[in-house]
């Protein structure tokens, strides 16, 4: 199965900074990587498919890039609606694993 | 508009079984493969299983394989997971989600969840 890790686990930041979250998958994943946002109590939400997609309606301050085995989420100009968790997923084979999770806070 | 209601969920014994619901309107739900994820207290997301838009193909992660069983009834847009044998690791809450299409893995409308909480 292809592991997922995620850096870093945390991360506090202030409204307005540019944010960047880390993927590593455990093998090549070409650019079959997906990103979620989810809040406490919500349902997970998918901001990002095959590594730099925005789904539609998510703010363009979101940007994703990366392949391989190595990606990035990017927030320009962190907003409020913002804190939560990010995960991302690989969608290359089953078992489509999730990464552990990135938790963004306020600063 | 896109909906996803799970249900099914409570205060269940070890060693006891639960079916989970997942009633899908707004979509054709026959065309889409669907998925459970879970989240256990505390924890992140964690994948459970998928079974594709006609049933004919099913996967689970390694961690449930045997206890866990997904399904599906497409004349009443409902997914089920059954879970056997629950163990205090399976409480979690249980999310359903659609899949843009069977083998994409690109799970892009997630229900609100339902909540097994397995305890004596």
């Given at each position: 199965d292809i592991?997922?890790?995620?850096?870093?686990?945390?991360?506090?930041?202030?409204?307005?900074?540019?944010?960047?979250?880390?993927?590593?998958?455990?093998?090549?994943?070409?650019?079959?990587?997906?990103?979620?946002?989810?809040?406490?109590?919500?349902?997970?939400?998918?901001?990002?498919?095959?590594?730099?997609?925005?789904?539609?309606?998510?703010?363009?301050?979101?940007?994703?890039?990366?392949?391989?085995?190595?990606?990035?989420?990017?927030?320009?100009?962190?907003?409020?609606?913002?804190?939560?968790?990010?995960?991302?997923?690989q969608s290359y084979v089953a078992p489509p694993e999730?990464?552990?999770?990135?938790?963004?806070?306020?600063? | 508009?896109?909906?996803?209601?799970?249900?099914?969920?409570?205060?269940?014994?070890?060693?006891?079984?639960?079916?989970?619901?997942?009633?899908?309107?707004?979509?054709?739900?026959?065309?889409?493969a669907?998925h459970?994820?879970?989240?256990?207290?505390?924890?992140?997301?964690?994948w459970?299983a998928v079974?594709w838009?006609?049933?004919?193909k099913k996967y689970y992660a390694d961690?449930?394989?045997?206890?866990?069983?997904?399904?599906?009834?497409?004349?009443?847009?409902?997914?089920?997971?059954?879970?056997?044998?629950?163990?205090?690791?399976?409480?979690?809450?249980?999310?359903?989600?659609?899949d843009?299409?069977s083998g994409f893995y690109?799970?892009?409308?997630?229900?609100?969840?339902?909540?097994?909480?397995?305890?004596?």
């Open positions: 592991q997922m890790t995620q850096s870093p686990s945390s991360l506090s930041a202030s409204v307005g900074d540019r944010v960047t979250i880390t993927c590593r998958a455990s093998q090549s994943i070409s650019r079959y990587l997906n990103w979620y946002q989810h809040k406490p109590g919500k349902a997970p939400k998918l901001l990002i498919y095959t590594a730099s997609t925005l789904q539609n309606g998510v703010p363009s301050r979101f940007s994703g890039s990366g392949s391989g085995t190595d990606f990035t989420l990017t927030i320009s100009g962190l907003q409020p609606e913002d804190f939560a968790t990010y995960y991302c997923q999730f990464g552990p999770g990135t938790k963004v806070d306020i600063k | 508009q896109v909906q996803l209601v799970e249900s099914g969920g409570g205060v269940v014994q070890p060693g006891r079984s639960l079916r989970l619901s997942c009633v899908a309107s707004g979509f054709t739900f026959s065309s889409h669907m459970w994820v879970r989240q256990a207290p505390g924890k992140g997301l964690e459970v079974i838009y006609d049933g004919s961690s449930v394989k045997g206890r866990l069983t997904i399904s599906r009834d497409n004349s009443e847009n409902t997914l089920f997971l059954q879970v056997n044998s629950l163990r205090a690791e399976d409480t979690a809450v249980y999310y359903c989600a659609r843009l299409e690109r799970l892009d409308y997630w229900g609100q969840g339902t909540l097994v909480t397995v305890s004596s």
